[in-house]
């Protein structure tokens, strides 16, 4: 068994890291993950329960496919756990495909930084082990090599995820602003148009007053 750990922080607030971890797929940065489907989802007392199947590609050296088999498409069980009062977001995955030789069991725990609660700290466990099959050693360091490969695409990926999040709100509060723009100038126009005419109808006023007053 291999054991494989990390830590990472982002500089952004747990809300937003936890919004893109969910929108994290497709992203540019990880094209190995092909989807996800959600299989259950539940509310329980404010925490957000949640099981997915993560679709991927496992890129292993063709001389693994004679001890392993091959496979177009790897599967995996994704349960996770999100408690807004905590700030706490927790995935746990599973690998489906090739189990019967591979188990690769992995948790992801997000959560405010500690010393800055601004921002989000990111720790990552896995479990990899090989069995039943030649050179299980060997396998088990590269597999876990490709989950350190891949850990630093994925953070790379939710950074992506996060840049569009953040233009997608600025995009919105521009637009809000430019909304609140037009009304104002609508309703100077419109307050200016009733002046004018108030200020014509009490012109006319003072004019038929003054055409009697000459009678």
């Given at each position: ?64 496919h ?60 896995a ?5 039943g ?21 994925g953070r ?55 055409k009697?007053?000459?009678?």
């Amino acid at each position: 068994m291999k054991i494989w750990t990390s830590e990472h922080t982002f500089n952004h607030p747990w809300e937003t890291v936890a919004q893109a971890a969910w929108r994290k797929y497709p992203n540019p940065m990880t094209p190995s993950i092909i989807g996800t489907d959600v299989v259950e989802r539940k509310v329980v007392d404010g925490v957000l329960h949640t099981h997915r199947l993560v679709q991927s590609k496992w890129y292993l050296p063709k001389w693994t496919h004679k001890i392993i088999g091959t496979a177009k498409s790897c599967f995996a069980s994704e349960r996770s756990v999100v408690d807004p009062s905590k700030r706490q977001m927790i995935l746990k995955t599973v690998n489906l495909t090739f189990c019967r030789h591979i188990s690769v069991d992995e948790i992801i725990y997000y959560e405010p930084h500690p010393k800055d609660p601004t921002k989000t700290l990111l720790r990552q466990e896995a479990s990899v082990t090989v069995h039943g099959v030649p050179l299980s050693h060997y396998m088990e360091d590269m597999v876990t090599s490709n989950i350190s490969m891949n850990a630093g695409k994925g953070r790379l990926g939710l950074e992506w995820v996060i840049g569009r999040i953040n233009a997608e709100v600025k995009g919105i509060a521009e637009t809000a602003a430019k909304s609140t723009d037009d009304l104002i100038m609508t309703t100077r126009r419109s307050l200016d148009d009733m002046t004018e005419s108030a200020r014509k109808s009490m012109d006319e006023i003072s004019a038929q007053a003054a055409k009697h007053m000459h009678i």
